[in-house]
């Protein structure tokens, strides 16, 4: 498939260096994205430069993602209004692996001669002394050429420190050696990257004109290229990546879990899906098209959402973990029953139930329960319900479940009720609901 082209249609595509399409269609190409490992997971904004890497492979090209375990201990002030906070080795090595894990599940790094290939510039950087650095690097870039980039135009007014300042050389030089030692011609990023990315192909421009004696030499001019994809927004203008509540949707299943992941998809406004579909999945034009065209007939079945969920979670999380979120899903909505309940591991349970009122008792107070009637009002403290008396009124008006099955029999005693996980159960108090969790 023609890799451009592949972009085009999905919206994918910002800004490419001229000579770029020639370069990808003439010949398998190494490309690469770099990755900061400023937190020990990868976010869905990261999750649309990942795919820039997929479609790159899919097409034939070699693709390389590069864990910056040195430039992560400067940081990049691209985006940023304040300079960011330095992290220990031992923080950037762990967060290293945790990447590296999660890239695995996207690139292939077994399928031959455009086989993935992951590399850290820590690796190259450590092996360099500072008055090597000026001269290999820092001779070849002006001041002004360096101020001329808008991560560093737009931290002027609030003071950028000369660490932040000399990350774009940092950058540049990471494509300058792979492209000396792993034969890369292309960076690729988010668009914000752009002006870190043309450092590189400044600084490949310029010390081969150096070593061959000719600035002007076009076969040199354009050996190195780039290309950026659109960050991410959605129709409300904000930065994908965040929910409402500006939390952040992680693709590690410790920070995010598969069922809010699920449910962040499933959330999505019918005017950003299109948009999602494109750049998220790797739904063909035409299966996209079908898509739209079910959803355009019965919007409210939520039809598009529902296939960008299943694509996105499935593929981060795997297929077993995507069942669980669906049916946590119907949990939610009231469509659950007791089995669904139990089907739930404790994870995605406490996820779906996350903010539900919670009564702790103990061990001790579970054995000496006599019935379901102490148990949602003396035993948990009239937490649940604050009398026998007000108990038992929602008792006779069939208002009272416990895991999905409804309750009437007040004497009923609780060591017939099934404790979900071995420690919980969940009171359904009409339309609302409260956790009893049992504790040693």
């Given at each position: 498939m023609n890799f451009i082209e592949e972009l085009r249609w999905r919206g994918m595509l910002q800004d490419a260096m001229p000579g770029t399409e020639e370069q990808l269609n003439k010949e398998m190409t190494a490309g690469y994205i770099g990755f900061d490992p400023t937190a020990k997971s990868l976010h869905i904004g990261n999750l649309a430069t990942i795919m820039l890497l997929k479609h790159f492979q899919l097409a034939g090209h070699k693709p390389?993602?590069?864990v910056g375990g040195a430039t992560g201990m400067v940081g990049d002030p691209s985006g940023k209004s304040a300079e960011r906070q330095f992290l220990s080795e031992e923080v950037l090595k762990a967060n290293q692996d945790g990447i590296r894990n999660q890239l695995v599940k996207f690139l292939d790094f077994d399928c031959g001669a455009n086989s993935a290939e992951m590399v850290n510039n820590y690796d190259w950087f450590k092996e360099i002394g500072f008055l090597e650095f000026l001269r290999e690097v820092g001779k070849y870039l002006t001041v002004n050429y360096m101020m001329s980039k808008d991560s560093v135009k737009n931290r002027l007014t609030t003071g950028i420190s000369f660490t932040e300042f000399s990350y774009q050389l940092l950058q540049g030089y990471d494509f300058y050696w792979l492209y000396k030692n792993k034969?890369?011609?292309?960076?690729?990023?988010?668009?914000d990257q752009w002006g870190n990315i043309t450092t590189g192909t400044e600084l490949i421009r310029r010390k081969e004109a150096a070593i061959v004696g000719?600035?002007?030499d076009e076969n040199v001019t354009h050996k190195a290229f780039a290309l950026t994809t659109p960050l991410m927004t959605k129709a409300d203008g904000q930065k994908m990546g965040k929910t409402a509540g500006g939390e952040t949707i992680w693709l590690d299943a410790n920070l995010t879990s598969p069922y809010q992941f699920y449910q962040f998809w499933l959330g999505q406004d019918d005017r950003d899906v299109p948009k999602l579909l494109r750049v998220f999945t790797l739904f063909s034009?035409?299966?996209?098209e079908s898509i739209e065209a079910q959803h355009a007939e019965a919007p409210h079945l939520r039809i598009a959402q529902k296939a960008l969920a299943k694509d996105v979670t499935s593929r981060v999380h795997g297929e077993e973990q995507y069942e669980l979120a669906v049916k946590a899903s119907e949990v939610l909505f009231g469509k659950g029953t007791l089995e669904t309940l139990q089907s739930l591991d404790e994870a995605t349970f406490t996820s779906v139930f996350d903010g539900v009122p919670t009564t702790e008792i103990s061990q001790e107070a579970w054995a000496g329960c006599a019935?379901?009637?102490d148990l949602i009002s003396v035993t948990t403290n009239n937490e649940v319900y604050a009398s026998k008396g007000e108990a038992r009124r929602a008792m006779q008006g069939n208002a009272v479940s416990i895991n999905k099955v409804k309750i009437t029999d007040e004497k009923l005693p609780v060591a017939e009720l099934q404790l979900l996980q071995g420690k919980y159960l969940l009171v359904g108090?009409?339309?609302?609901n409260h956790i009893v969790k049992i504790v040693e």
């Open positions: 390389y993602a590069l034969n890369v011609r292309l960076q690729m990023g988010g668009s000719d600035v002007e034009k035409e299966e996209i019935s379901v009637l108090k009409g339309k609302k």
